[in-house]
């Protein structure tokens, strides 16, 4: 299934700056996804983040893959954040960062089920460039009901 920027801004609460995926391009529901953010030269973090050699901040990549996982999970329990629902992101295990990612790059962002029980959800996830890992990570979320 391929969801664009409008059906991906329905399972994500997240607005400006902090939208972090703009399309998915595969999912399969209990299992994995795959997303794309591309990276602008325009995104606001950059004017303060290395801005004579500008490379995207780890904890945003590291948030864009928890943003994939929300999607992932949303969709298989078949709940949105217009039910009262949201995915936290609190943790990450294992991070690894293997090459900066740049104005101009697509980041591929890959999520695979290791686990979920009671709400909690254990992710194994990918960020890369061309085809090459720029960051890896177990990430955890949490689905809460919100008032």
């Known amino acids: 299934m391929i969801m664009d920027i409008n059906q991906v801004r329905?399972?994500?609460p997240h607005r400006y700056p902090f939208l972090l995926v703009d399309r998915v391009t595969e999912i399969t529901q209990g299992e994995s996804i795959v997303a794309l953010k591309n990276v602008s030269i325009n995104e606001p973090f950059f004017?303060?983040?290395f801005p004579h050699h500008p490379?995207?901040?780890g904890v945003l990549i590291i948030e864009a893959m928890a943003q994939a996982c929300g999607i992932l999970g949303f969709k298989t329990v078949n709940k949105m954040p217009a039910d009262g629902?949201?995915?936290?992101?609190?943790g990450s295990d294992n991070v690894r960062f293997k090459r900066p990612v740049m104005p101009g790059d697509q980041l591929k962002l890959e999520a695979s089920v290791i686990k979920g029980k009671r709400g909690i959800w254990k992710f194994a996830c990918r960020a890369s460039v061309d085809g090459e890992l720029a960051c890896e990570a177990e990430i955890i979320c949490a689905e809460r009901k919100i008032a």
């Open 85 to 90: 629902y949201v995915y936290y992101l609190v």
């Open 55 to 57: 490379i995207m901040p």
């Open 10 to 12: 329905e399972y994500l």
């Open 47 to 49: 004017n303060g983040h």
